[in-house]
Nanobody, 120 residues
């Protein structure tokens, strides 16, 4: 099983990026999918999660209203649309497959990371 995050890059503050999470050997719509991030010198933190059952989404306070998580099951892809980016959003972003349908389940698979850098 491989989870692949992509779409990162360098963007100015206020700009947008869309991250994609794809998988090989795994169907993303079978479980809840989360995005985490880790900035240099900081602990990894959860950003957003989308459940399997009803597709409900949750966001941490620091991205609420700016980021949107979504699924395209036909493409076996989960997206993280990031708008109004701030320098403090700079981090490596990871997609994560949960061990079940709910965002409350623990991690089953970690994907590789994609670097997001927001310049001021």
């Amino acid at each position: 099983v491989q989870l692949q995050a992509s779409g990162g890059g360098l963007v100015q503050a206020g700009g947008s990026l869309r991250l994609s999470c794809t998988a090989i050997g795994f169907t993303l719509d079978s479980v809840a999918i989360s995005w985490f991030r880790q900035a240099p010198g900081k602990e990894r933190e959860g950003v957003s999660c989308i459940s399997k059952d009803d597709g409900s989404a949750s966001y941490d306070d620091f991205v609420k209203g700016r980021f949107t998580i979504s699924r395209d099951n036909a493409k076996n892809t989960v997206y993280l649309q990031m708008d109004s980016l701030k320098p403090e959003d700079t981090a490596v972003y990871y997609c994560v497959a949960a061990g079940g349908s709910s965002c409350e389940h623990g991690v089953q698979y970690w994907g590789n990371g994609t670097q997001v850098t927001v310049s001021s």
